[in-house]
């Protein structure tokens, strides 16, 4: 039965693996044996962290600004010239906007929709090559995008970009599913409230609030969102494809 949640030796890349449900996933997988490259915006902090998580197995750093396509190339190129064949993707480099409805502008509209959805498809269009040379029908190769509760219930606050991306992201899942199957799967977690520099601060003003409002009266911790990233990555998830997973403690479900 352990071998059914193994992703020992599988080879993966995580998009904004330096913080938050990024280094969750990163962490999480280097613990269970896999090789795994981390990518985010800030070559130090990407390399800082990528050198701690080597002290607990194979992790490297490949900084990279997905925000452009141009971006989202050069890092397919770079990882598929070390990994020409690469077995899972996790895009979860994404940004977040909030602010009243008549200060909501364009650029701030654009900056999240370049990150949080157009990187999503161009970074697995450019990885699809190296996904299929690792997967086939039998053990598919694997894409997570990281989607949000926020794109499946309306939030609190007034980040109308980021929901919409979001549930633009779980939607281009789907299609995604569609079009790489059967030799690549490819879902979506919705994180609910986690600790990270995204989250911090909002659950500094309503972190109690939140937790006990959540059905599991809590705040998501590590370990439930690399839980769920390996299930899915794994054998146990091989007949999973075009989900979206809820990871929130029932808030999104239930509320």
């Avoid at 280097?30 to 197995?57: H, M």
Wanted: proline share 5%; hydrophobic share 45%.
């Amino acid at each position: 039965m352990s071998d059914l949640f193994s992703i020992a030796g599988k080879t993966a890349l995580v998009t904004g693996g330096s913080r938050g449900i990024g280094k969750m996933i990163a962490e999480g997988f280097v613990e269970a044996d896999a090789k795994v490259y981390i990518s985010s915006r800030k070559k130090d902090v990407c390399d800082a962290v990528a050198a701690e998580l080597s002290e607990k197995g194979e992790c490297f750093s490949v900084p990279a600004d997905l925000s452009t396509e141009d971006e989202c190339r050069r890092l397919a190129r770079e990882i598929t010239d070390r990994e020409p064949k690469v077995d899972i993707l996790v895009n979860n480099a994404g940004a977040t906007w909030g602010a009243p409805l008549e200060e909501h502008d364009e650029r701030s509209f654009e900056r999240v929709l370049a990150l949080n959805v157009k990187a999503v498809f161009h970074l697995t269009k450019f990885m699809t090559p190296a996904l299929r040379a690792a997967g086939t029908a039998k053990e598919p190769a694997r894409v997570i995008n990281i989607g949000s509760i926020d794109g499946i219930h309306v939030p609190m606050m007034e980040t109308f970009s980021y929901s919409a991306s979001k549930a633009a992201v779980h939607h281009l899942t789907r299609h995604l599913a569609k079009r790489l199957a059967p030799e690549v799967t490819v879902n979506a977690i919705a994180p609910g409230p986690f600790e990270s520099k995204m989250m911090a601060a909002t659950l500094e003003a309503f972190g109690e609030q939140i937790a006990a409002s959540a059905p599991l009266k809590r705040i998501g911790r590590p370990s439930d969102m690399a839980g769920a990233a390996i299930f899915l990555a794994s054998e146990a998830g091989a007949y999973i494809t075009g989900a979206v997973l809820p990871v929130d403690g029932g808030i999104a479900a239930l509320h």
